[in-house]
């Protein structure tokens, strides 16, 4: 009878086990949510594809990212408090300045110039991206990688006179500066001689049509091409940001993951981010050739005509933009940037 009795319980130990092991294995596999701007078949919903098919390649099937485009977990700030909460995941877009202005940052104009200059300063492990992950830690959200969307420009329905000159007069033409970007780059375009004025992304397309702006600044070629196609007269590339979205974590999810799949993720992601550096610049050139097929007037500008437009802007400008990211951050730029 004892023996029958340790027997039975020994079956049962080892079914318990069975099922606790199932268990494990099945918990052992994660699903994260990965939110981003951009429509499907986009550049960036082919990256962020490309990104969950990787990770879940070397994690052995254990990490599995959904995706969900086109902000349909919400605009990209509500993502963002989000993310900081632990509520989503993963998702790649800009960094909000809601919580820490100096993260203003980010949208700081002239930091590059081109894309050699974007790729040391904003890739893994270069100046600005470090300053920018120690930033956002304290909002429980981590910096996995850049996601660079290209070298901005100015985007205008009518032509414009004098596009090169720094010291032109352009106060005919009223742009639009995206409400968080009116400390950085209402003084920029009051320095480059046109009129401001702020309006959300959502209307540039009706504001630009109806004659309320003349313009807007805060996008790429390929916002032109695919947002603003129809009602830009004149593109000019004057380089003015390096837009970059960001491929952001909650610090929560990432807390969750075995170190191992912790690691997949980084190192993937910073893998992925130095791919994207390297096609940017022809994708920009590809969207550029695309406007002007389509009529547009595209003006491009020689190294020294953008150094010349980037003197103008830290010179006159920048100190209008100090209070932004502080003293601190400021005489940090000021002096990388002073050469």
Known sequence: MVFKLRKTAAVVLATAMTIGLSTFAVEAKTTLRLSHLSPPGSDMDNWAKDFASRVSEASDGRVNLRIFPASQLGDWEEVYEQLSQGSVDLAIQSISTKFDSRLSLTWFPYTAVDYDSAKDAWNNGGFLFNIVNDLVKPQQIQVLAPYANGLGGLAVGNPVDDPKDPNADHSELKIRVWPSGVGTHKPLLERLGYSTTTMPWAELYTGVQTGVIDGMVGGVPE???????????????????????????????????????????????????????NAVEEADNRYLEELSKNGVTVVTYSRDEIENMAKAVRVDAWPKMKDQIGDELYELLESRYSN
Not at 233 to 246: R, S, V
Not at 258 to 275: F, G, S
């Open 223 to 277: 916002n032109a091409v695919r947002d603003w196609n129809g009602v830009v007269d004149t593109w000019l590339q004057i380089n003015d940001h390096f837009e970059i979205n960001w491929l952001l974590s909650s610090a929560f999810s990432m807390a969750q993951l075995p170190e191992e799949d912790a690691a997949v993720l980084n190192e993937i992601a910073a893998q992925m981010a130095t791919e994207r550096f």
